[in-house]
């Protein structure tokens, strides 16, 4: 029998042999058997549930409801004593959620995220997939985060567990990965081995789930997970998903479920395309906003529900794949986006690239803190500042002002078509400490074609005027060629070079302002990962192996093609290499 239908008939199967129960916040049921919500639980709630689903705060049970201890629960209670109880972790995290979505259904999914849940429940775009996958009647899709403790679960032995049920990652029926960033292939590696699940797609037998991917990451390039997954969505998921998900309802083996696959737009299928990806997605301003699901104080962005304002960005910076491959911006309506924003959240985000250039933003501002609720941008650029929205950022809560400067020198800004002056950027930071921020932090790109000296100079000097100003960090990342961008087929700057730069601002700035910078052989390997071809997914399989250093990194891609991603899309004529210049 093959592998979807095989898969789902057991679990139908097992789905048939469980009781029917009343109460879901029992979460000391043993590991295997999941958490059911009956169908007339799944209403609008007054808190969490968004779109007319449950939220696990208003699905605890009534007084009286008995509380007798199912099986294997002192166990697990002793374990916890002792320490280390993955499964008491995963309840700690469900009791200070709000919007958890409980269900049962007879096709489950695994909604995997490759980093530990803090940052997991950061992404909109998870939450998203997440609340989508569990409004068709016949699909459960519960989280899978990447444990804190990677090294801990290989020894014990433990696979990684759903943060709904408890549910083994391998008992799912098929495995959907949100992969945000290149590097995070580590953690998607970290995932299906603690789960038991063979990494390399042809290593995978009839039993073992289908393993999808989206994300952020698809935008860019997606080929080194070529030999890993069944299919991968490429850019914006809310049509693609919505249509594999048909595709998983009607098909009957994995075969199947991939023929269905084929025919939809933005579906890249490793092993019948090859190295044909199709064109990425963009999703009209209808489909938008999109919109948080769960609100929890254990992540990044603590307690805040957040929303995204627009998808895109109007600017054409050179080094940014926004420019590319999100745009044009997408603004909804401001009516569309303050109807979504729940009462009982305590802080609001707002999300995107450009979120400072959303017409309707400092409205929203106004009236969210009219509510008494905390704000949070996600992204501001300095020139669209002046008094009265840093007040309103203040008045939110904000403590820090947060700009980008994204190259070194005036000169290398206006090469990057960055359109912000020194001026902008300093008058963010006397608005900051005006409206009574505590500290300045600022982003820059070194290692940008043509830079020199001078440039770093003038960096330099510009960061002791805005110490001068207010305590300030300067965040110093350096510029990995993206694909699909102006400065796609540029070089990498090296690591030599990167890290000689890195020495001279640390010795100019030390004592002036507070340096953090992404290492240069961390950028060198995300440069090689964004810029291969499927042949770098098994040389990131090999480094991680040998233990995932630097130096099994630099070994592994020493066979590997430096640009293979590139010498596939000039085979397809897929894109132009050189970018949009
Ligand atoms: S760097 Fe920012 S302003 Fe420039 S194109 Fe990208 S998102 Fe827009």
Sequence with gaps: MSRVGFVLRLNRAA???????????????????IVHVLPDYLEKTPRGGTDGLVSRKDSRPRKGVSQRLPRGARKRQSQARRGWDPDARRRAWLADETGTILRSAPTTIGLCYPNPYHTAM????????????????????????????????QRRRQAPLSIESGRPLADFDLLAFSVAYDLDITGFFELLSLGGVPILRAERQPYHPPVILGGPLTASNALPFGPFIDLAVIGDGEIAVARLL???????????????ADGVDGVWIPELHGDRVPAVQKVSVGVLPAVGQIVTRHTELSNMFLI?????????CKFCLVRSRESPMREP?????????PEWAPRVGFVGAAVSEWSGIREALRRVIAMGK???????????LDEEFVQLLAQGGYKTMTVASDAPSQRLRNTMAKGIKTRHLLNAARLG????????KLYVIIGIPGETQDDIDELIAFTKECAAIMP??????????????????AAFAGVAHIDRTLKKLRRALGGIAELRSTSAKWAWVEYRMSQGGQDAGPAALAAWRAGGGYRAWATAMQEVEERGALRAAERFELWPAAGMR
Aim: aromatic share 6%; glycine share 6%.
């Design 333 to 341: 309506e401001l009516e569309r986006v303050m109807a979504h924003i």
């Design 122 to 153: 950061s992404s909109l775009g998870y939450q998203v997939i997440y609340r989508m996958m569990n409004q068709r009647s016949t699909i459960a899709a519960e989280r899978i985060v990447l444990p804190d403790d990677v090294s801990e679960h």
């Design 308 to 316: 995204e304002s627009s998808r895109g960005c109007p600017r054409f």
């Design 433 to 440: 400490r005006a409206a009574g921020m505590k500290r300045l």
């Design 374 to 384: 905390g704000v949070g941008v996600s992204s501001l650029r300095a020139d669209r």
């Design 246 to 260: 048909d595709a998983i309802e009607e098909a009957d083996s994995r075969e199947d479920f991939l023929e269905r």
């Design 472 to 489: 300030t960090a300067l965040g110093v990342s350096p510029l990995v060629p993206k694909l699909h961008t102006p400065l796609g087929d």
């Design 15 to 33: 789905n048939a042999l469980l009781p029917e129960v009343e109460s879901y916040w029992d979460f000391n049921v043993p590991t295997r058997r």
